[in-house]
């Protein structure tokens, strides 16, 4: 559990980041969000004490950050930027090792990590180990560069805008990877970007910032059904605001009973892709199926609409 | 941010400069005495080398000098006060040799000492980072090298100056000292307008030949590796083997003396003329190059209408670094009998007569620094125009 | 390099090595160019032996300015020294518009005739092209990469031990090559202020009027020059290449 508690941060008269407080669950994503200048970065930087708060503190697990020296609190804390800021003179495999050695594992505890990680960001070790990082694709940049920031195991990863230098087919790819593996990890994240679509994807909570102070935060629905000023509002557009509900929402959400005709659609996947499947084949209902294959009811065009103005 | 424009905190830099004042006002001779040109020299501190009221005002204006440097960070105050420290110091050491020297003896000399040489440095260092700090743009850069000339000038030629040791040995050579000074920035002036014709026509050859490139800049490459002096020996034998025949020697071509300096002057400076010729070029956008291969001009008009003029920045810089290097490597010509400020520099060594050093390498090392700031604003200014 | 240049230098080294060990055999090369039967080949002393000493001056002198530029580029890029950096950078263009040989011509009445003041001159002048080159390396390190490297928790002297120096290594031995060669070519005009070196020579050609010799040490002086600067570059890429900074960072 992470404590934000009204942490400030003022330059002379400019106040970059005013009073803001929220807390983090363990194993979630929380989402910084919001335009440029708007304090996201200073906020998350402040968190590992990159940058020191005017006032405010925070606690992971109950354990006030100014209590433990800087250096072994990074150590502790997982961070990604945009560019990733790789060791151009390190080999891939040296730049993951980085926060362990520096921790002090042995050699083979290092080894087994390094492949561990590479393994899981699907980069052969046995090519990739010994690259270069101007050697690598900016894809494969990116990967190293999380799989470096989770070497050490961190109790929390901290991630400003990591997907900023993709392009748009490799970040949807890149976004997926995060949340399978912070999914199989189970671990906790704050991530820092401009992009609401982004936001919506990843976020379990979402923070919305503007102008050093934090307007609203809370589940990504709670932002469409419920914003907190105009901003917000203008922020996740007014036009498609159904469609992001529904594509926030479970297919078991809207699930009636009874049956129907047709390829059966998944109970965990989103209404969103419901909807966009009921009018591809032209039907009014479908099946619905859970994880197993069986059919457990029916979603229908009305039931979808009937959820997406309730909500 | 603003920063305070004065501070009880002392600044760092300052207090190195405070430092020095200190130490040149109280633990180092303000000039030198000695009997005759070469006899062994004796130290004057300030109060024994001026009048009592001169010496308290010298003192006076370092110590405030020190004062400013400590205590105050606004640039512009600080250069004022280290510009008036130059302007106090200066004219005292000319006046300390009139009161120092017995009146009627000829043969003494007088000459700054280390506590003179530690108030310039410490009043320059604060001079120059101010003018650092301060982000003089080119033209205010010129008016102050203007400024600092001048001051010069009226230093020398107000006869301020003419009781020192360093002066004493111009006035007993006024009539070389112009013609060798005529001959150094010829060697090296002209050396440089003969590489900028033969360099830039090379360089544009280079761009569009990219297979000559390499070959060319290798070789080039290796000549600017050699040192002067052995390039001065190796040129003296080809050359000398010129002047056997009578047209080359009607034409001044001789194994030793300015041909050898001015050829190899010449050579040294290709490279740096070629390479940023090439560079420059290089960096011309693809995009501007394209649109006027577009607007139909021809080759001819692209590269004069086109590259040349956007490369001139980095052409400028290849060129400053040449005219730096030249009035530099032109002392050493003399070592060949090619002249310039070297021959006093090699006279005074050959006579352990500091003085006939310095009045070899002050003026070179002004001219060189003169140089490098009128072509650093040439290169400023280009750049604006051509962006 | 091409397979050919690595020949050239390397008949070139023999070539050099030859002479200076042997220079009697090369006498009938040189004899042309003497006249009144003066010697073809310099006599006044041991060309091995000189060129030993030309070499030993070069490289404690530019020994001495790696340690002490270095040192002074790593204190005013660190946050305590951040206030000179500034007057540093002018201090070094304006050094570098004095010429080596004004340098050297100072330093006499300071210090008298010797290997002291072509010492104390190689060692002034060498500083700046070094301590130039380590300011430009240390500061063209990528903000983003000292930025990750604070926020894994490196401590000041591990970044500047571990990223900072590594990454500015090319330019710093850049530096330093500049800084031996310019060297090379001071420590020859050294001679005219008694310091033993491949200068005597020359000078000894000039003063004889004996181009045989003026030749020699022309050509010893310079090949040993270019065989430097090359065999220290290849050094610096080899480096690189070790380090893994590509081709583009050299």
Not at chain 2, 263 to 289: K, M, Q
Not at chain 3, 68 to 93: D, H, K, M, N, Y
Request: glycine share 10%; hydrophobic share 55%.
């Amino acid at each position: 559990m992470i404590e934000i508690e009204r942490l400030t941060k003022r330059y002379g008269d400019t106040t970059v980041v005013d009073d803001v407080s929220f807390g983090v669950e363990e194993g979630t994503i929380t989402v910084v969000v919001g335009t440029s200048g708007a304090g996201k970065s200073t906020l998350l930087r402040m968190i590992n004490r990159l940058v020191e708060p005017t006032s405010g503190r925070v606690l992971i697990d109950g354990q006030d950050t100014r209590s433990i020296p800087e250096d072994d609190l990074r150590h502790r804390i997982g961070y990604v930027i945009q560019g990733y800021g790789l060791f151009p003179h390190r080999t891939v495999a040296q730049n993951i090792a980085t926060v362990p050695r520096l921790l002090g594992w042995d050699r083979k505890r290092i080894a087994d990590r390094i492949e561990e990680l590479l393994d899981l960001y699907q980069l052969d070790p046995a090519e990739f180990a010994t690259k270069f990082p101007h050697e690598l694709s900016g894809g494969q940049q990116q990967r190293v560069g999380v799989a470096r920031a989770l070497a050490a195991r961190p109790e929390l990863l901290l991630m400003d805008e990591p997907f900023g230098a993709l392009d748009p087919v490799i970040r949807a790819k890149a976004q997926d990877d995060l949340l399978a593996i912070q999914r199989r990890l189970r671990a906790t994240i704050v991530l820092v970007t401009h992009d609401m679509e982004e936001a919506f994807h990843l976020g379990d909570r979402i923070a919305v910032m503007d102008q050093a102070r934090l307007i609203q935060y809370g589940p990504p629905a709670e932002l469409l059904t419920r914003p907190a000023e105009a901003f917000v509002e203008r922020l996740v557009g007014t036009a498609d605001r159904p469609f992001r509900l529904l594509s926030l929402a479970k297919v078991e959400d809207a699930l009636e009973p009874g049956l129907a005709e047709g390829e059966p659609v998944a109970a965990s996947g989103t209404l969103y892709e419901a909807l966009s499947r009921l009018m591809w084949c032209g039907r009014q209902d479908l099946p619905v199926a859970d994880g197993t294959g069986s059919v457990i009811g029916r979603v229908s065009i009305t039931g979808i609409l009937a959820y997406g103005r309730s909500a | 941010m603003a920063s305070p424009h004065w501070t009880l905190s002392p600044d760092r830099l300052g207090s190195m400069v405070a430092v020095l004042i200190g130490i040149a006002l109280y633990a180092a001779p303000f000039v030198t005495y000695r009997a005759n040109r070469i006899a062994a020299g004796a130290a004057r501190s300030i109060f024994e080398a001026l009048p009592p009221t001169t010496a308290f005002v010298l003192v006076g204006a370092a110590l405030s000098v020190a004062i400013v440097a400590i205590f105050v960070r606004r640039s512009i105050v600080r250069l004022a006060a280290a510009s008036l420290g130059l302007v106090v110091i200066a004219p005292c050491v000319g006046l300390s040799a009139g009161f120092v020297t017995p009146a009627g003896n000829t043969f003494a000399r007088v000459s700054p000492a280390l506590g003179f040489w530690l108030l310039g440095l410490a009043f320059s260092l604060l001079v120059a980072d101010a003018l650092t700090r301060l982000r003089l743009g080119p033209w205010a850069r010129l008016g102050a090298l203007s400024i600092a000339a001048a001051a010069m000038a009226l230093l020398l030629f107000s006869g301020a100056w003419d009781g020192l040791s360093i002066l004493k040995e111009y006035a007993t050579r006024a009539d070389s000292f112009w013609s060798e000074a005529r001959r150094h920035v010829l060697l090296a002036i002209g050396s440089l307008a003969a590489a900028v014709a033969v360099g830039l026509p090379l360089g544009v050859l280079c761009h569009r030949a990219p297979r000559l490139r390499a070959a060319i800049l290798q070789v080039l490459n290796v000549i600017q590796t050699i040192p002067s002096i052995a390039l001065f020996g190796i040129l003296m034998v080809p050359l000398g083997y010129l002047a056997a025949f009578p047209l080359a020697a009607a034409l001044g071509i001789h194994g030793i003396g300015a041909a050898p300096a001015f050829v190899a002057l010449f050579l040294y400076s290709l490279l740096p003329v070629v390479a940023n010729t090439v560079v420059g070029l290089d960096h011309v956008p693809a995009t501007v190059v394209d649109a006027a291969r577009g607007m139909g001009l021809s080759n001819r008009q692209r590269l004069f209408d086109v590259e040349l003029p956007l490369a001139l920045p980095v052409i400028l810089a290849g060129i400053r670094i040449v005219l730096v290097q030249n009035l530099g490597l032109a002392t050493v010509a003399a070592l060949i009998g090619g002249g310039g400020f070297g021959t006093f520099v090699f006279q005074g060594i050959g006579q352990t007569a500091i003085d006939l050093v310095l009045l070899g390498a002050i003026p070179t090392v002004a001219l060189s620094f003169a140089a490098a700031v009128i072509l650093d604003a040439a290169i400023e200014l280009s750049n604006g125009t051509s962006q | 390099m091409s397979r050919r240049a690595v020949m050239i230098r390397l008949t070139a080294l023999i070539m050099l090595l030859a002479f200076i060990s042997a220079p009697n055999l090369f006498a009938p090369v040189f004899e042309p160019l003497t006249t009144n039967n003066a010697p073809a080949i310099y006599n006044q002393g041991n060309l091995l032996f000189l060129t030993m000493a030309h070499l030993g001056t070069v490289f404690s002198a530019a020994l001495a300015s790696t340690l002490v530029a270095v040192l002074l580029g790593v204190l005013v890029t660190r946050p305590s020294g951040v206030e000179f950096l500034p007057l540093s950078r002018s201090l070094v263009s304006i050094g570098q518009t004095f010429p080596p040989v004004a340098v050297l011509a100072i330093a006499v009445p300071l210090v008298g005739f010797g290997e002291k003041p072509t010492l104390i001159a190689l060692f002034l002048y060498g500083l700046l092209p070094i301590f130039e080159n380590t300011l430009t390396g240390l500061t063209q390190v990528s903000p983003l990469t000292l930025d990750a490297a604070k926020g894994m928790g490196m401590g000041p002297t591990r970044r500047l031990y571990e990223v900072e120096l590594p990454l500015a290594l090319p330019v710093i031995l850049a530096g330093i090559r500049l800084s031996v060669v310019i060297n090379l070519g001071t420590a020859t005009i050294g001679s005219t202020v008694a310091a033993k070196g491949l200068g005597e020579v020359i000078i000894a050609g000039l003063q004889s009027n004996n181009t045989a010799f003026i030749l020699q040490g022309g050509l010893v002086v310079a090949l040993l020059a270019v065989l430097i600067h090359d065999g220290l570059m290849m050094f610096e890429r080899l480096l690189v290449r070790r380090l893994g900074l590509g081709p583009a960072a050299a």
